[in-house]
């Protein structure tokens, strides 16, 4: 079946690191990608997503590009603050049929940006 | 426009009773998923609703069910609670089924058995 890997972490970085979350995933068709944040306490929002092969997804200086040939989707931002902090998934969802729709995620990957 | 809402936020129940959780989508949304999140699991896919007929199921017990009303509202169900259903339980919502639609998430209801 369907599965995502991504580095755990936690991750630990000092404000205007740069940041890379590697996310690998296996899946039988063309997914779409995707990256999640969950802020503390809070439920998980859309960070970006890419549909199709060498689409770029980028939102708030976040970037991620879908790579079939490495079935990869790393997310990568070049200069973190403070409020990225958060937790950060993977995920994929594959159609199939029309009657198979749902996301599979990775484990997440805790962030905290220190100032 | 308001986003998803779940209701109650937080629930304390003792193994054995049931519970009963809800789900308000987004307005015109008619696809709501709902999904299990562990510090040991992470985020797990329970079931989806459309138009009022669930339309897959992820893999977990019977205990597990849901319904979809006419108006899109969700409820999921656990009956015979058990420690280990201690997690937070997170509903989606979209405009329609497709694998890059954009799904919105609530912010959940933690639930914690005793």
């Known amino acids: 079946g369907d599965s995502v890997t991504q580095m755990e972490g936690p991750v630990t970085l000092s404000e205007e690191a740069f940041l890379t979350i590697n996310c690998t995933y296996t899946?039988?068709?063309?997914?779409?990608l995707f990256w999640y944040v969950q802020y503390p306490g809070e439920g998980l929002q859309l960070l970006l997503k890419?549909?199709?092969?060498?689409d770029k997804g980028s939102n708030k200086g976040f970037e991620a590009t879908y790579r079939k040939e490495t079935t990869s989707f790393h997310l990568e931002k070049g200069s973190v603050q403070v409020s990225d902090s958060a937790v950060y998934f993977c995920?994929?969802?594959?159609?199939?049929?029309?009657?198979?729709?749902?996301?599979?995620f990775g484990k997440g990957t805790l962030l905290t940006v220190n100032p | 426009k308001a986003g998803v809402t779940q209701t109650p936020r937080y629930l304390i129940k003792t193994r054995g009773q049931q519970v009963t959780l809800s789900c308000s989508p987004i307005?015109?949304?008619?696809?709501v998923s709902w999904y299990q999140q562990t510090p040991g699991q992470g985020l797990q896919f329970l079931f989806e609703?459309?138009?009022?007929?669930?339309?897959n199921k992820g893999n977990f017990p019977g205990r597990f069910s849901g319904r979809q009303f006419s108006n899109s509202r969700s409820e999921m169900n656990v009956s015979t609670l058990e420690l280990g259903d201690s997690a937070l339980y997170l509903c989606?919502?979209?405009?329609?089924?497709?694998?890059?639609?954009?799904?919105?998430f609530g912010q959940g209801t933690r639930l914690t058995v005793v």
């Open positions: 890419a549909t199709k092969a060498d």
């Open positions: 995920a994929l969802s594959e159609p199939s049929g029309g009657s198979n729709y749902k996301l599979t």
């Open positions: 609703y459309f138009s009022e007929t669930q339309r």
């Open positions: 899946a039988t068709g063309y997914p779409s």
């Open positions: 989606a919502s979209s405009q329609r089924r497709g694998s890059n639609t954009e799904a919105f």
């Open positions: 307005s015109g949304h008619r696809s």
